[in-house]
């Protein structure tokens, strides 16, 4: 397939992709042929001295586009193999090119994946990489920056509330991820911590919306709940002065009586 082909089919995707609804599994096609495509390009052929700038512009635009809708997918893999390959047209041929709007959204997005997945050394290898005059000026940096900050202080309130000023709708995507592995932490802690908690302590404690989302939290984490008390316990031996131990009350208080029907 020629230049101008590819070039063709890449304004299909940009199209489909940019719709107010796009058909994603349409751009996963359209996407699987172009990467197909795209490894018949001049430039990446060994022995070719001057790379084409049509032919790099086109790879990086699909390969920003196959990173996006990786997030709009939920796919973490694709996204991490569409950023390690534009490492190379944003470090290697960046200074040829023209920027890209999509370069620090995506990087930015990749710092939050790092912390996301809780690979902090990874994450400040990637931050050198970056141009330091970013670091401090450009928001979709600023952005992951004081993520990690907030989570170094253990200010997780602040990393709770910074879903309202996302720099990108996509960011929540990492953000949540985020927010998942810091609550599991937080469970593992309260399990060594206390025996139980009421369901609204629970609630703030976790950031947790309702006690419906406690409830199946719980559930997952093998807690018990307690109806009557609108408690959970973490472990079921604790419930002794709950449900359990009013059973127990109630089968002695029985056990007296009938001894004493037979005394009188």
């Known amino acids: 397939m020629t230049f101008q082909e590819s070039a063709t089919l890449y304004e299909t995707l940009k199209k489909e992709f940019g719709a107010a609804k796009p058909d994603l599994a349409k751009c996963g096609q359209i996407l699987a042929k172009l990467k197909i495509q795209l490894t018949g390009l001049s430039f990446l052929i060994p022995g070719q001295q001057q790379p084409n700038e049509k032919e790099v512009l086109l790879a990086r635009e699909v390969l920003e586009i196959g990173a996006q ?9 694709a996204f991490e193999r569409y950023i390690s390959q534009l490492q190379t047209y944003y470090h290697d041929h960046g200074p040829k090119l023209p920027p890209s709007q999509r370069q620090y959204p995506l990087l930015g997005l990749n710092l939050l994946r790092l912390l996301s997945q809780g690979k902090i050394a990874e994450f400040h290898t990637e931050l050198e990489m970056i141009d330091p005059k970013q670091l401090e000026s450009n928001i979709y940096i600023k952005h992951p920056l004081q993520i990690e900050q907030w989570l170094m202080e253990g200010s997780y309130n602040k990393v709770w509330h910074s879903r309202a000023n996302v720099p990108h709708e996509d960011y929540l995507f990492f ?3 985020l927010m998942e592995t810091i609550r599991n932490d937080i469970a593992s802690c309260s399990e060594k911590a206390y025996t139980s908690l009421p369901i609204s302590d629970a609630a703030t404690l976790l ?6 989302e406690v409830v199946a939290f719980a559930k997952e984490h093998g807690w018990v709940i307690n109806d009557m008390e609108k408690k959970i316990y973490f472990d079921v031996s604790d419930i002794d002065h709950g449900e359990i131990r009013t059973h127990k009350t109630a089968r002695q208080v029985l056990g007296y009586a009938r001894e004493l029907e037979r005394i009188v």
């Open 207 to 212: 950031y947790l919306k309702n006690e419906k």
């Open 69 to 77: 809708w990786s997030i709009k997918t939920g796919n973490i893999t």
């Open 175 to 177: 953000v949540d991820i």
